[in-house]
Nanobody, 124 residues
Framework: QVQLVESGGGLVHAGGSLRLSCAYS????????MGWFRRAPGKDREFVAA????????YYAESVKGRFTISRDNTKNTVFLQTNSLNPTDTAIYYC?????????????????WGQGTQVTVSS
């Protein structure tokens, strides 16, 4: 089992940036494939980005590619999402999630452990 706590959300103007963090804890000496998802008002959950347990590979939704960067520091059990060039359509609650059982990063159903989310609001 893994626990995840997101932080770093806030209110920014269009064009601004935020760095989201997700601190995770689970089995000792275990790193998980991790992902970021978001839910905008009135919309379903949307995949944003994912990273392998070692940080060797990443995968991004087309809507954020080139603007967002996912990274991790396994010594601190933390995953980051650097969000740049934000626009109002990025407004959402951002969740981090873990694959308790390793699967392809694009397999969103494999992300089964979730944090509570952090709000990102982008004003125009």
């Amino acid at each position: 089992q893994v626990q995840l706590v997101e932080s770093g959300g806030g209110l920014v103007h269009a064009g601004g940036s935020l760095r989201l963090s997700c601190a995770y804890s689970g089995r000792a000496f275990t790193a998980y494939n991790m992902g970021w998802f978001r839910r905008a008002p009135g919309k379903d959950r949307e995949f944003v980005a994912a990273i392998t347990w070692s940080g060797s590979n990443t995968y991004y939704a087309e809507s954020v590619k080139g603007r967002f960067t996912i990274s991790r520091d396994n010594t601190k059990n933390t995953v980051f999402l650097q969000t740049n060039s934000l626009n109002p359509t990025d407004t959402a609650i951002y969740y981090c999630a873990a694959q308790l059982r390793t699967a392809p990063l694009a397999d969103t159903r494999a992300f089964t452990s979730w944090g509570q989310g952090t709000q990102v609001t982008v004003s125009s």
